[in-house]
C-alpha cells in the first residue's frame, strides 16, 4: 500500500487518517480542499485535474478529498481505495462540532477561511443542509463509482464507523520491529 486515495462526506476523518497514513507510510499527503481552493479562488476543473494527476504520476501518496469527478486520475491511480461512509447522525454531530470550532477560531483550514455562520447552519445551501442532501443522492453513485474502481484492481476498504476505522489502523500499522527496519534503511548508505 503506497498509494491511497481516501473519500467521504466532511467531518469523517479524512484528515486524520490520511495524516496518520502519510506517516505511517512515510508518504506525501494531500488535501484536495488545499488544491482547489487557492487564495485566488478555486481553480478551474481542468487545471485542478491537471495537479491532481501531477500528484498522482509519483509511486508513493495519500490523497484526500470528496471529488469523485477525479476518479480517473486520483482513484483509478490508487492500489488502495479507502471510502469513510460514516452514519448520517454521526456526520451531522461531528459537522456542527467542527464548524462551531472553525467559526470561534479554534481549527484552521480551507474551509474554515471560507466559512460564515450562515454558510456554515442558516442559508439554503448550507453547508449542514448540503451534507444532508449529498449524502442521500451520492451514496448510490459512489457504489456504483467504488464498484467500477474495484474492477480495475484497487483495493476498496469501506469503513462504516469509528470502530471499523480503528480496526482497520490497527491492521495497518507497521510492528515495531518493522518501523525500525524501515528508519534503519532509510539512514543506511549505501558502499
Do not use: C
Not at 495537479?51 to 498522482?56: G, K, L, P, Y
Not at 479507502?82 to 484552521?108: A, C, F, H, K, N
Not at 455562520?117 to 449542514?128: E, G, M, V, Y
Not at 474492477?151 to 480503528?166: F, H, I, N, T
Amino acid at each position: 500500500m503506497r498509494r491511497v486515495a481516501l473519500f467521504g462526506p466532511p467531518a469523517t476523518g479524512k484528515s486524520t487518517l490520511a495524516r496518520w497514513l502519510s506517516t505511517e507510510l512515510d508518504e506525501p499527503h494531500t488535501d484536495l480542499d488545499d488544491l482547489l481552493f487557492t487564495p485566488d479562488g478555486p481553480l478551474p476543473l481542468e487545471e485542478f485535474r491537471r495537479q491532481a494527476a501531477e500528484i498522482t504520476r509519483t509511486d508513493g501518496w495519500i490523497v484526500e478529498g470528496n471529488f469523485s469527478k477525479l476518479a480517473d486520475v486520483v482513484w483509478h491511480r490508487a492500489d488502495t481505495l479507502v471510502w469513510l461512509d460514516l452514519p448520517l447522525p454521526l456526520i451531522l454531530y461531528r459537522i456542527v462540532r467542527r464548524s462551531l470550532r472553525q467559526l470561534t477560531g479554534r481549527e484552521d483550514s480551507a474551509q474554515a477561511r471560507r466559512l460564515t455562520w450562515s454558510t456554515a447552519f442558516f442559508a439554503r445551501r448550507s453547508l449542514l443542509r448540503t451534507v444532508i442532501r449529498k449524502y442521500r443522492t451520492n451514496r448510490p453513485r459512489y457504489a456504483r463509482q467504488v464498484a467500477e474502481t474495484a474492477a480495475l484492481g484497487v483495493e476498496v476498504v469501506r469503513l462504516r464507523s469509528p470502530r471499523d476505522v480503528q480496526r482497520w489502523r490497527q491492521q495497518t500499522a507497521k510492528g515495531p520491529a518493522e518501523s525500525r527496519s524501515r528508519e534503519a534503511a532509510r539512514h543506511t548508505t549505501g558502499p
